[in-house]
């Protein structure tokens, strides 16, 4: 059955980085494009970024522009999301997915917690 | 960029009574890029609806989509303990890929 599972739960201080990993399995991982997805404590869900694993193409919210990198290792079947400039208001859940039906997310990592304070 | 507007915020109703949410987007967009989403505390985002009204599988059948255009809704016809979650509407858009969430609505118990 197709699984995306997550890298842990990360502490950062303002300023720093963190690298999340979804490991994927179940499927061949490079007919499905993959997107990040974050929810701060309280609020709603937040799309980061999209990447075509076959491509490698991208395309990044407007607001995570210049902070975000999204990458694939398709060797580990392997999805990284790396953010910079760590800040407080980044502190949130982070989900991967891949992208199926219609576009649509039926498959989602469990979340990695990332905690930005000093 | 498309802005989705779900309605209401909130909907308070007991177990057994059913359920209609909105979701508004702010120019018309194609019906087979609207999904819906559950999401409960501690869980990841689980899939109900895409394509506007097509269940994903595994999904009970008292969860139904419908909708075009600008207005899309999420029935549920007999809430069940367990549904009482936040749900969301997600539009994607080609060229580039991207995706837009609404801001959800919370089905809380009465």
């Known amino acids: 059955q197709v699984q995306l599972v997550q890298s842990g739960a990360e502490v950062k201080e303002p300023g720093a980085s963190v690298k999340v990993s979804c490991k994927a399995s179940?499927?061949?991982?490079?007919?499905?494009?993959i997107i990040w997805v974050r929810q701060a404590p309280g609020q709603g869900l937040e799309w980061m970024g999209w990447i075509s694993v076959y491509s490698g193409s991208t395309n990044y919210a407007q607001k995570l522009q210049g902070r975000v990198t999204m990458t694939t290792d398709t060797s580990t079947n392997t999805a990284y999301m790396e953010l910079r400039s760590l800040r407080s208001d980044d502190t949130a859940v982070y989900y991967c997915a891949r992208v199926g039906s219609s576009s649509s997310q039926g498959n989602w990592g469990q979340g990695t917690l990332v905690t930005v304070s000093s | 960029e498309i802005v989705l507007t779900q309605s209401p915020g909130t909907l308070s109703l007991s177990p057994g009574e059913r359920a209609t949410l909105s979701c508004r987007a702010s120019?018309?967009?194609?019906?087979?890029?609207l999904a819906w989403y559950q999401k409960r505390p501690g869980q990841a985002p689980r899939l109900l609806i895409y394509?506007?009204?097509t269940r994903a599988p595994g999904i009970p059948d008292r969860f139904s989509g419908s909708g075009s255009g600008t207005d899309f809704t999420l029935a549920i016809s007999r809430l069940e303990p367990e549904d009482f979650a936040v749900y969301y509407c997600?539009?994607?858009?080609?060229?580039?890929?991207?995706?837009?969430f609404g801001q959800g609505t919370t089905l809380e118990i009465k």
């Open positions: 997600q539009h994607y858009g080609s060229s580039p890929p991207m995706y837009t």
């Open positions: 394509a506007a009204s």
């Open positions: 120019q018309g967009v194609t019906s087979s890029y």
């Open positions: 179940g499927y061949t991982f490079t007919r499905y494009a």
